[in-house]
């Protein structure tokens, strides 16, 4: 994951380099930036030694005199899709006080205007600036605005007051950074099977049976498991997603290549989520040319079933925590229970694909947990990545009675 982390001039500036530190122990990638004034208390070159990477500190090109290029003067566009998070530690009065008019005048302003992440500001100054009402307004309009804002701790200040101001623990403005990711350990011990996607039945050398599955739902499980902390083995069939990183990625086109990836991954699992939308039937026979068409002939396709992979996991598994989906466009409860039950599955995530915001190809899903204990927990339309983390918590609250 990205983060960009905002370097603003006060006296606690030399603190981010010990939080640069602290936040690449979560395998975080860090761009800095450093306003003007950050760099009266510290030199970049700290920042790039640490980080291994420039560090940004003009809007437009290294040197104020030099001439601006194209590629530097959008550059703030790029960190701002590119970024996952902005956290800007110290944050001075006077950043706070941009933010909160909209006032782009470099690039860390310009930054945060641009992004769609979240923001954490962790805030240090003098008790008074802090305690001015301006501050405080600012603050509340950053807060009401989304902004994630690590108060600071009262104590002895640089200008030798005492009260609020001082820059918040180092521990606690990584633990917020951390929270607002996403980035849980709770995971640590597991190993965590993931099918995402469709299967393809080929038909003969150009046509195939297949579905409307995007793969994103399977995508964000994988990505959210392996943020928090699990190794993750993602067997996917055909996609246009990137692969997450850091995961054991296993591309399979057709449900018996699936079948033979997961029967080989399932041993060394704790968890196996079947988010896959696996092709029920294929073709009898498989063209080897490609069918020609016989002019006012209909043409009669022989289907047969394909393996039922959850069902055979269900089967065989030991003290696997398994999951499986169920896409419905009617029934989805029935149909669910049904689906726990025939295939030995601890949890059915089911949803109904004719309802808005839910099923192929949104970013969003509406779903509801099935458990075996008879519990129903219907969740609320959230993104798949927030579902995602409903499904782990759930297979985590699962995995000590499977044990
Ligand atoms: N599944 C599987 N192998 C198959 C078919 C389905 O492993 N050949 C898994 C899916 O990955 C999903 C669950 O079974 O986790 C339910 O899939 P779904 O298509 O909803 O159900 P089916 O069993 O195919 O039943 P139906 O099509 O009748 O609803």
């Not at 005199?65 to 800007?88: G, K």
């Not at 030995?344 to 779903?367: R, S, Y």
Request: aromatic share 4%; net charge neutral; proline share 4%.
């Amino acid at each position: 994951m990205r983060i960009a982390l905002g370097v603003t001039g006060g006296v606690a500036a030399y603190k981010a380099a010990e939080l640069t530190r602290r936040l690449q122990q979560e395998k975080l990638d860090i761009q800095v930036i450093m306003t003007r004034s950050a760099r009266e208390f510290i030199t970049p070159l700290t920042f790039a030694a640490l980080t291994g990477q420039k560090v940004i500190t003009e809007m437009f090109g290294k040197e104020s005199n030099a001439t601006p290029n194209v590629e530097s003067a959008i550059e703030h566009i790029a960190v701002a899709q590119r970024i996952d998070l902005l956290v800007v530690a110290p944050a001075t009065a006077d950043i706070l006080a941009k933010f909160a008019q909209g006032i782009a005048d470099d690039f860390l302003t310009t930054l945060y205007l641009a992004t769609k992440a979240p923001v954490v500001v962790a805030p240090a100054m003098n008790v008074n600036m802090w305690e001015n009402a301006a501050t405080q307004n600012n603050i509340a309009t950053l807060k009401s605005r989304g902004v994630h804002v690590v108060d600071p701790d009262e104590g002895y200040l640089a200008c030798g007051m005492t009260g609020s101001g001082r820059l918040a623990g180092i521990e606690t403005i990584a633990k917020e950074v951390c929270k607002v990711l996403g980035l849980r350990h709770d995971l640590e011990n597991e190993t965590i099977l993931i099918t995402a996607g469709p299967t393809c039945e080929d038909l003969d050398p150009v046509r195939y049976l297949t579905n409307r599955s995007s793969g994103k739902m399977g995508y964000a499980l994988a990505t959210a498991a392996q943020r928090r902390g699990a190794k993750v083995i993602l067997v996917s069939g055909p996609t246009d997603l990137q692969t997450p990183e850091g995961v054991d990625w296993i591309p399979v086109r057709t449900t018996k290549q699936m079948r033979e990836a997961v029967l080989e991954r399932a041993k060394e699992s704790t968890i196996i989520i079947k988010a896959a939308a696996v092709a029920d039937y294929r073709p009898v026979a498989q063209s080897q040319q490609k069918i020609k068409r016989s002019t006012g002939e209909h043409l009669v396709l022989e289907l047969e079933p394909t393996p039922d992979i959850l069902a055979e996991l269900g089967r065989t598994k030991s003290s696997q925590v398994l999951i499986g989906f169920a896409a419905e466009t009617e029934n989805v409860a029935a149909s669910a229970r049904k689906k726990l039950t025939t295939k030995n599955a601890d949890m059915i995530v089911a949803n109904d694909v004719t309802q808005a915001g839910a099923g192929f190809d949104t970013d969003t899903n509406v779903v509801t947990l099935y458990l075996r204990d008879h519990r129903e927990i219907a969740l609320p339309k959230m993104t798949k990545f927030q579902v995602a983390d409903k499904i782990l918590d759930q297979a985590l609250e699962l995995r000590p009675q499977t044990k």
